[in-house]
C-alpha cells in the first residue's frame, strides 16, 4: 500500500544537489577520481579539547535523563559570554537565548513559529535553500529579491513591490553568505532594520559563518547594529566555528518575544539537545579565540591560492569576502548547469551550479575551500587542461 504523502511534504523541493552527490558517488565506485568541490561541511576534524569534553560528559550521570527544554543554564550563559566576547553583545541568557540541534533547526522552526498562510517570507535570490523549505513547511509564500556582483551581493529593497511589502512577516539575510561569499556592511544592516521596522516585521539573521571574514574583516552581528535586538534574531552554529557539523548544535539569539516562540514550538517539535553535546558546547565556545582565527586563516589561505590560481589560467573570478565557498562567474556561452557538467565530465572535479540556490546563481557555480590546498590546486590543474580560457 502507498500512501501519500501530506500537502506540505509534497510543497518541499527534492534536495537540489542530491542528484550530484549520487553522481559523486557512483563514479567514485567505479575508480574515477573524482575531486569534490561542491562539498558544503568543514574537512578538519574537531578539535580534540571538545572531544575530550564530550566524553567527560558521557560519564556524566546527570546528562543520562532528560535535560531542560531550553538548555542548560550554563549553556544559554556561555552563548551570553561568547556574544559578549565577540560581538561586545549584551543577551539576557533567560530569555534572549536558545539551543537547539543545529542552526538548521532554527531556521525551519522559526519561521513557522512566526509565519500563518498567506504572509510572505523575504529573502534574496541566490540563497540558502533551506529558507524555501522554511517558507513551505510554515505554508508561507516566498519572495527572493535578486542580488548581483556590483551591488557587494545585498539586496535593493526598494525592488520589493509595495503590496508584497505590506504582507512579509519574516525577512531573512545571511552575511557572510552562503553561496556569495558577500559580507554585510553596518550601513546595509542599519537599511535592513530601518525596511523592517517601517513595514513591522522581524529579521532573521543566519550567522553559520560568522567566524569566516577575509582581509582582516571580522563579520558583523546583526544585534551589533541600534535596533538589531529589537528587530532581529540571529542563528549560529557550531558546524562551521567549531568543526562540529556531526555534533548538531546551534543556538538563536535575540529579541524576547521570538525567542519565546520559538521555544515553545521546539520544545513540541524537537525536545532539546543532549545534556553531553551542550557541556562539549560549553568547552567549544569558552576555548580561546586564537584557535576560531586560526582556522580563519587556513580558509583565508585556500581563498587566496585558489582565486590567484585561477585567474593565472585566465579565469576572472572574484575573491570571497568570507564564508569558506568561492562563488566563480562561469564562462561566457556557459549556465552553471551545463559548466557544471563539462567540469565534471572532462576534469573530473564537481562543483555546485550556482542554479541550485535560485534563478539568479544560473551564471555562478559554488566550489567549497574546505579542501586541502593540493586538492584545490589539484583542481586548478585540471580545469586549465580543459583550456577554455585561453
Ligand atoms: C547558510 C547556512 N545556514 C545554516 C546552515 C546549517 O548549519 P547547521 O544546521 O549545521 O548548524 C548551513 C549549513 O551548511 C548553511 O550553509
Do not use: C
Amino acid at each position: 500500500m502507498n500512501f501519500k504523502a501530506s500537502t506540505i511534504v509534497e510543497r518541499l523541493p527534492i534536495h537540489y544537489f542530491s542528484s550530484l552527490h549520487e553522481k559523486v558517488a557512483a563514479y567514485q565506485e567505479k575508480g574515477i577520481d573524482i575531486i569534490n568541490l561542491a562539498n558544503g561541511f568543514p574537512d578538519l576534524p574537531t578539535p580534540e579539547t571538545i572531544v575530550g569534553a564530550l566524553k567527560d560528559a558521557v560519564d556524566n550521570k546527570e546528562n543520562h535523563g532528560y535535560p531542560s527544554f531550553y538548555g542548560k543554564e550554563k549553556m544559554r550563559e556561555a552563548v551570553a559570554k561568547f556574544y559578549r566576547r565577540e560581538y561586545g553583545v549584551e543577551l539576557n541568557p533567560e530569555t534572549e537565548v536558545m539551543v537547539f540541534q543545529g542552526s538548521g533547526i532554527g531556521i525551519t522552526g522559526i519561521p513557522q513559529s512566526l509565519l500563518n498562510p498567506g504572509d510572505y517570507l523575504l529573502t534574496t535570490d541566490p540563497a540558502y535553500p533551506a529558507y524555501k523549505v522554511a517558507a513551505a513547511l510554515s505554508k508561507a509564500n516566498y519572495y527572493a529579491i535578486p542580488v548581483h556582483e556590483q551591488d557587494g551581493f545585498l539586496p535593493d529593497y526598494t525592488y520589493v513591490p509595495e503590496e508584497i511589502a505590506q504582507k512579509v512577516k519574516l525577512l531573512i539575510l545571511n552575511y557572510p553568505n552562503n553561496p556569495t561569499g558577500a559580507l554585510a556592511t553596518p550601513e546595509f544592516f542599519k537599511e535592513s532594520i530601518a525596511f523592517a521596522a517601517k513595514n513591522g516585521f522581524p529579521i532573521l539573521h543566519d550567522f553559520a559563518y560568522g567566524a569566516f571574514g577575509f582581509d582582516g574583516k571580522k563579520p558583523i552581528s546583526l544585534l551589533q547594529i541600534p535596533g538589531g535586538k529589537e528587530y532581529g534574531i540571529e542563528t549560529y552554529s557550531a558546524s562551521k566555528t567549531f568543526n562540529m557539523a556531526g555534533w548538531r548544535f546551534g543556538f538563536a539569539v535575540g529579541n524576547g518575544s521570538i525567542i519565546e516562540a520559538f521555544k515553545r514550538f521546539h520544545s513540541h517539535s524537537y525536545s532539546t539537545v543532549f545534556g553531553a553535546i551542550q557541556d562539549a558546547a560549553i568547552t567549544a565556545l569558552n576555548a580561546p579565540q586564537d584557535n576560531i582565527d586560526r582556522l580563519r586563516d587556513l580558509y583565508e589561505q585556500r581563498r587566496n591560492v585558489f582565486v590567484r590560481e585561477l585567474r593565472q589560467i585566465g579565469w576572472d573570478v572574484s575573491y570571497p569576502q568570507g564564508t569558506f565557498f568561492a562563488w566563480l562567474k562561469v564562462p561566457e556561452g556557459f549556465t552553471s548547469k551545463t559548466f557544471t557538467e563539462l567540469l565534471f565530465e572532462k576534469a573530473h572535479v564537481a562543483v555546485a551550479p550556482g542554479e541550485g540556490f535560485g534563478e539568479y546563481g544560473s551564471s555562478y557555480v559554488r566550489v567549497s575551500l574546505a579542501n586541502k590546498e593540493e586538492i584545490l590546486l589539484e583542481a586548478v590543474k585540471r580545469i586549465s587542461k580543459l583550456e577554455i580560457f585561453n
